[in-house]
C-alpha cells in the first residue's frame, strides 16, 4: 500500500531528511517497522526531563498519521 499521501509536506520533508522511506509499498510488517522508527525520533527528540520539544511533537504527530493508518489495515 502507498502511504506518502496521508503526510502533509512537512512531514514528509522531515521524514525524508531522516533517510526514512515512505514512497515505497507498506505492509503490515513494513508498517509496523516504520512506526518503530518514527517512534524512536520522537523519543530521541524529548528533552532532559523526558518532556515534549517541538521536533518530538511533529514526529508525535507524524506516528499518529502511522498509527492511524495500521489501524485502518
Known sequence: MKILDKFSKEQKALLDNNNIDI?????EESLEELEEKVYNKMMDNLDKNQD?????SEWEKIL??????ENNL
Open 52 to 56: 515534549f520539544t517541538p521536533k518530538a
Open 23 to 27: 514512497e515505497k509499498d507498506f505492509d
Open 64 to 69: 499518529d498519521v502511522v498509527v492511524a493508518i
